[in-house]
């Protein structure tokens, strides 16, 4: 079955700093991946899409990358500010096409 | 515009007892989803309604779990005999189209249920 993977549990860093989330996938070929945010208490909030033909998408200081031979998507915040404190989700579409897997996140910390 | 509405935000009830929980979705959405979050845990896709097909309920934990959605708008995830290990976050979301046409899901703020 599918599976996916978000490395850090947690994750703290300083403003102004680049945060790199990953995202790693198992026994599936998507054909694009999506990354929310969510802040406590709240419903997650989407942010981007990559499709497989994407290597690269960029939205402000949000860059995803979406390397489908080592089955895995990376998720950079730019000039990292403390309102970018959240948990970030990665979700892969299911092969039937009607729901979305969700990783179980990553909460980033970003410090003044 | 309005976003997704869920009733209620919270529900606090006794083991054995049944719950409905309410979802109002972003109107001109045609999909709909039911998700579960427990503490610690990732999303959980519970069931999916797309249009007038038939609903996927292969996520679905057991028969006491069921849902619908009258006149392909509001949905109502229904809990028969709760046990303590229902106790979650269960949150609603809807999309413009379904998920083989790439849409953005928007979710509601959730119902925290909490079994006694």
């Known amino acids: 079955s599918q599976k996916i993977e978000q490395n850090s549990e947690a994750l703290n860093i300083q403003e102004g700093k680049t945060a790199t989330l990953t995202c790693n996938y198992t026994?599936?070929?998507?054909?694009?991946l999506q990354w929310y945010r969510q802040d406590p208490g709240r419903g997650p909030v989407f942010l981007l899409l990559i499709r497989e033909n994407e290597k690269e998408k960029r939205k402000e200081r949000l860059k995803v990358t979406f390397d489908t031979t080592l089955k895995q998507s990376l998720f950079h915040i730019t000039a990292s500010q403390p309102a970018d404190s959240a948990t970030y989700l990665c979700a892969l579409p299911n092969q039937a096409g009607t729901a979305l897997i969700f990783g179980k996140g990553t909460t980033l910390s970003v410090s003044s | 515009g309005a976003g997704v509405s869920q009733s209620p935000s919270n529900k606090v009830t006794e083991k054995g007892k049944d719950v409905e929980l309410r979802c109002d979705p972003i109107?001109?959405?045609?999909?709909l989803y039911w998700y579960r979050q427990s503490l610690g845990q990732g999303l959980e896709f519970l069931i999916y309604?797309?249009?007038?097909?038939?609903?996927?309920k292969s996520g679905l934990p057991s028969d006491r779990f069921s849902a619908e959605r009258t006149g392909g708008s509001v949905s109502t995830l229904t809990i028969q005999r709760t046990q303590q290990e229902d106790s979650a976050v269960y949150l609603c979301a809807s999309s413009l189209g379904g998920l083989a046409v790439y849409n953005e899901q928007f979710f509601g703020p959730g119902t925290r249920l909490t079994v006694l």
């Open positions: 309604f797309q249009g007038n097909s038939a609903p996927d």
């Open positions: 109107s001109g959405h045609t999909a």
């Open positions: 026994n599936y070929s998507p054909a694009y």
